[in-house]
């Protein structure tokens, strides 16, 4: 075939689903010269078509038609293969199920904009550094979540507070432990605020909070479970550790929750079936399927 | 029974392997492997074939129903509030440095309450740590003896019901009781193990046993009660009826 001269052009273009969300997308059109226009489709060119002509370099160009498509933004990754023993434990931390009864449409929940701190007043300039050295060096090693603090509480998405000061949070009002608190979208698996409420009584000291802090902090980046099949060794076994620390298992599950290389925030049986279907494709043809992720940005 | 309790621990490693291109790679597996070690302890629980011990082991740690075993998993580090008077301070340490070592089990004191994980306080406000309801079953003189009127203990637990932390608040109307020393012995003990006060069956100078009133020193079976309890640290919840299998296992190794 005589090789043609085809332009994309792409347009942007603002499409307003729900209220909260604003999504850009691709509108993609192709053009091809008007003699290859006629040797493809063999016909003259239409009163459509020369309204829909453009000029591109000293030829004039067709718009080829049925090629307006819109081409969602976004990131094709491979597969991230995992085995099973992994994926089970994983599935048992990452999906965590109402009321601890199993369900096919329970979702994993993640964060997908920064975490943004915002530490309550009575929380003391040592244990707020200390946990934010934690929270950095944990979240450093993960990609595509962040953290920062924040001075002003409206510029805040995370709040952590003692229980002897303002109860910033009404879902932890009656909590008489120390909690945490994360809000997704109703069915959804975007986590966008959460909170972290300290027992100033129970923990009779700062080292106590702080403890209990980056452990809640931990869960609450993904609504995690224990596993109790776990060592002890292990953060999310769920045992007591005198200061917390992630094992390279922990870790693991931790980048994984927050790995591309599988859909995000699906329900566990989609998760289950994506899997099979991955490692059926890399078994039978040697090669990796890729999810794509589009930029959709939450407000 | 225990055998098919046998639980699978998870084991995760990493490896750098080289591709067919030349290339290093990181590969990592998790695999299951049996814990056979887990009850391995049994074989050596030498007191889980005495009857009466057992027996009086029950009774402290499993007369309430559901519950489980609870052990401190660390090291316990005692600091006490400087209002407390310093008699009471000084005669509660020796009571403490008093109790001869046991395996698993290590009680110490720290003078910063940062560096403590057991805090005994006295409270900013008096209270009444027993309900009206509760307290008209006693007689006066009894109620002289409750432990639990005048100290409140709280005590902080991880996922498989281990304890982490207490704290015992302690009322200052407490300070001018004649026994207040053997009541904060008595709250401290029972804090070892969230162990139950009985009425009738625990032997005669316990800790646990409703008609002791007084206490200098922990008697020979309530520190035997506290070598059972520390004999092996759970890493996981263990009621009455996987004590009992304990015992059954116990048994049935020493007769091989």
């Given amino acids: ?299 | 029974m225990i055998h098919q309790k046998l639980e699978k621990k998870v084991e995760f490693s990493k490896q750098i392997v080289l591709t067919n291109a030349g290339v290093e790679k990181i590969i990592d597996t998790t695999i299951l492997v049996n814990d056979s070690n887990k009850f391995e302890f049994i074989n050596t629980f030498d007191n889980l074939s005495n009857y009466d011990i057992v027996n009086n082991y029950r009774d402290a740690v499993f007369s309430i129903k559901n519950s489980t075993i609870r052990q401190f998993i660390e090291p316990i580090q005692i600091y006490i509030d400087d209002r407390i008077p310093k008699e009471i301070r000084k005669e509660f340490k020796v009571f403490v440095d008093a109790i001869p070592n046991i395996e698993n089990l290590s009680i110490t004191f720290v003078n910063k309450l940062n560096e403590s994980n057991y805090y005994i306080n006295l409270a900013e406000k008096d209270f009444i740590g027993i309900s009206p309801d509760i307290l008209k079953n006693y007689t006066n003189e009894e109620r002289e003896n409750l432990v639990f009127e005048k100290i409140k203990q709280t005590c902080l637990y991880d996922m498989n019901t281990n304890i982490y932390g207490c704290r015992l608040d302690v009322n200052t109307s407490i300070l001018n009781d004649k026994n207040v020393l053997t009541k904060l012995k008595k709250a401290f003990f029972i804090s070892l193990g969230n162990f139950t006060v009985i009425t009738s069956g625990m032997p005669k100078g316990s800790v646990l046993d409703f008609r002791t009133h007084s206490i200098d020193r922990l008697s020979e079976d309530d520190i035997l009660l506290l070598k059972m309890h520390y004999f092996h640290i759970y890493d996981f919840k263990v009621d009455s009826k996987t004590f009992t299998n304990f015992v059954r296992l116990n048994k049935k190794n020493n007769e091989k």
């Fill in chain 1, 1 to 299: 075939m005589k090789n043609s001269l085809s332009f994309i052009f792409f347009l942007s273009i603002v499409l307003l689903g729900q209220a909260q969300t604003k999504t850009k997308h691709t509108l993609r059109k192709r053009y091809i010269t008007i003699d290859d226009y006629q040797k493809r489709y063999n016909k003259p060119l239409t009163k459509k078509d020369s309204l829909n002509m453009i000029e591109k370099d000293g030829f004039k160009l067709v718009l080829i038609e049925d090629s307006n498509d819109v081409v969602k933004n976004g990131k094709s990754v491979p597969y991230e293969y995992k085995d099973s023993t992994f994926l089970a434990q994983y599935t048992k931390i990452g999906f965590t199920h109402r009321n601890n009864t199993y369900s096919d449409s329970t979702t994993s929940k993640y964060w997908k904009q920064p975490i943004k701190l915002f530490f309550d007043k009575n929380i003391p300039n040592k244990t707020k550094k200390s946990f934010v050295k934690f929270a950095k060096n944990i979240i450093s090693q993960v990609d595509s979540l962040s953290v920062l603090t924040v001075n002003k509480i409206e510029d805040s998405n995370y709040i952590i507070y003692y229980s002897n000061g303002y109860n910033y949070e009404s879902n932890l009002n009656n909590s008489k432990n120390s909690d945490y608190y994360i809000y997704w979208k109703n069915k959804g698996s975007k986590i966008y605020k959460g909170a972290i409420k300290i027992n100033k009584d129970k923990l009779f000291n700062e080292t106590l909070r702080l403890n209990k802090m980056k452990s809640h902090f931990i869960l609450s980046l993904g609504y995690f479970s224990y596993n109790k099949t776990l060592d002890c060794e292990n953060f999310f076994s769920g045992c007591y550790q005198n200061e917390v620390y992630l094992s390279d298992f922990d870790l693991e599950i931790l980048k994984y929750h927050y790995s591309y290389g599988i859909c995000k925030g699906t329900y566990i049986s989609t998760f289950n079936e994506q899997h099979k279907r991955a490692k059926k494709t890399l078994k039978q043809y040697n090669s990796k399927m890729f999810f794509f992720h589009s930029d959709e940005k939450t407000k």
